[in-house]
């Protein structure tokens, strides 16, 4: 079963740059799909970028800002944030997607991300 665990959220200031870090731990596929999500305050959560092979995607409000990275030997996804604006604000979540099994999804606990302005 794999587990995942975010790390770097914190408070910033407008402007400011974080970098989120998330470790996956047990038996991943050799082919998936590793991505950040964030859910801010009344919102419902959203993609902000995903990673598999050599491509990347980002949401058009990140785009720019945020750049995601994968380290396949250490099983580790990281999503770089800079330029950060108080609409960033929120709990991002680092999420595993196997191609298989179709249909399994796994979340990270979460880590918040407070930007002020």
């Known amino acids: 079963q794999v587990q995942l665990v975010e790390s770097g959220g914190g408070l910033v200031q407008t402007g400011g740059s974080l970098r989120l870090s998330c470790a996956a731990s047990?038996?991943?596929?050799?082919?998936?799909?590793l991505g950040w999500y964030r859910q801010g305050p009344g919102k419902q959560r959203e993609l902000v970028a995903t990673?598999?092979?050599?491509?990347?995607n980002y949401a058009d409000s990140v785009k720019g800002r945020f750049t995601i990275s994968r380290d396949n030997t250490k099983n580790t996804v990281d999503l770089q944030m800079n330029s950060l604006a108080p609409e960033d604000t929120a709990v991002y979540y680092c999420?595993?997607?196997?191609?298989?099994?179709?249909?399994?999804?796994?979340w990270g606990q979460g880590t918040q991300v407070t930007v002020s302005s």
């Open positions: 999420n595993y997607k196997p191609i298989l099994p179709p249909g399994l999804n796994v």
């Open positions: 047990g038996r991943m596929s050799s082919i998936n799909v």
């Open positions: 990673i598999s092979g050599g491509h990347s």
